[in-house]
Every structure is written in structure tokens, then in C-alpha cells.
Nanobody, 124 residues
């Protein structure tokens, strides 16, 4: 399975960005896809995830009400819509996927596949 992330960039505080992540290859067993981020000098942390069949979502507290994760219907892909961006959202964003019916996975070591990362920079 390969994950291809896109959509990062530079935006002013208060602005919006939309990240996409598409999976290819043997994706039949993928059940949960999520986004993580890693700021300079910090560990990679969970941002948002979506459960495929039931479309349940979960978010880290700092992005609730500002970010929305959704499926891209017809594809094994997820979208992260990021609104009201803050400088502290600056990070490299990674998409991740896991085989099997697991939910609410927030640790990186619980995921089987990772995308290459896309830079998001929010200026003040």
C-alpha cells in the first residue's frame, strides 16, 4: 500500500488549507485512515482519524471545531480540511492507514502505512 499526501503550503493565520491523501495498491483491508503532524523538534502526534465503514471520526482537542476529516467517496482517500489555522499548526503533516477493524488509534506505532509528509506553514 502506498499513501500519497498533497495540499500543504504557506498560509496566514486564520486561513485555510485542504490536505488530501490517496491510497493505492492492496487497499481492501484498510479500515482507518488518519493524519498526524510533527512540528520542528517535537514528536509526531495524532491530529484526526476516520473509521471507514461507520464514518466515525476523532480529533485531538487542539483542532476540534477547526479541522474536519472526511472520506473521498469512491476512493480510498481522506481529506483534512483545516480552517482558522494558527501558527502552532505549523508542522509536517503525515497521513497513515491501518489494516483491520481498529478504531480510535492515536499512536503512530499502531499504523501500518505512512505517506511521505506535506509541509504546512502558518504565518502570524
Amino acid at each position: 500500500v502506498q499513501l500519497q499526501a498533497s495540499g500543504g503550503g504557506l498560509v496566514q493565520a486564520g486561513g485555510s488549507l485542504r490536505l488530501s491523501c490517496a491510497a493505492s495498491g492492496p487497499t481492501r483491508r484498510i479500515y482507518t485512515m488518519s493524519w498526524f503532524r510533527q512540528a520542528p523538534g517535537k514528536e509526531r502526534v495524532f491530529v484526526a482519524g476516520i473509521n471507514w465503514s461507520a464514518r466515525r471520526t476523532n480529533y485531538t482537542d487542539s483542532v476540534k471545531g477547526r479541522f474536519t476529516i472526511s472520506r473521498d467517496n469512491g476512493k480510498i482517500a481522506v481529506i483534512l480540511q483545516m480552517n482558522s489555522l494558527k501558527p502552532e499548526d505549523t508542522a509536517v503533516y503525515y497521513c497513515a492507514a491501518v489494516n483491520g477493524q481498529y478504531e480510535n488509534l492515536t499512536r503512530g506505532d499502531e499504523y501500518d502505512y505512512w505517506g511521505q509528509g506535506t509541509q504546512v506553514t502558518v504565518s502570524s
